[in-house]
């Protein structure tokens, strides 16, 4: 079992960074699948960026050459470095990991762009 717990959310303009991270409570170096969704207001929840313990890194083609998501093994954190914010990039992001065939989420933190 892991627990997941996200911070770095706020309220930004577009054009702006912010960089969440998502802290577990075990190691993540056996973690194989780690990854950042997000849900903006009254839609599904998406795939944002994606990285196994192979590196092996995918993002979404919204956020592709704006993000990028890193994971520490030695910190056990999984980072995400969002650059230059749009408005639709409004959510809440929420981290998830699968061990052993379970999935686990985090509790989300919200992201706001808006001028």
């Known amino acids: 079992q892991v627990q997941l717990v996200e911070s770095g959310g706020g309220l930004v303009r577009p054009g702006e960074s912010l960089k969440l991270s998502c802290a577990a409570s075990r190691s993540i170096s056996t973690i194989y699948f780690m990854g950042w969704y997000r849900q903006p207001p009254d839609q599904a929840r998406e795939l944002v960026a994606s990285?196994?313990?192979?590196?092996?890194?995918k993002y979404a083609d919204s956020v592709r050459g704006r993000f990028t998501v890193s994971r520490d093994n030695a910190k056990n954190t999984m980072d995400l470095q969002m650059n230059s914010l749009k408005p639709e990039d409004t959510a809440v992001y929420y981290c998830?990991?699968?061990?052993?065939?379970?999935?686990?989420w985090g509790q989300g933190t919200q992201v706001t762009v808006s001028s």
């Open positions: 998830r990991s699968i061990l052993n065939s379970r999935n686990f």
């Open positions: 990285i196994t313990s192979g590196n092996n890194i």
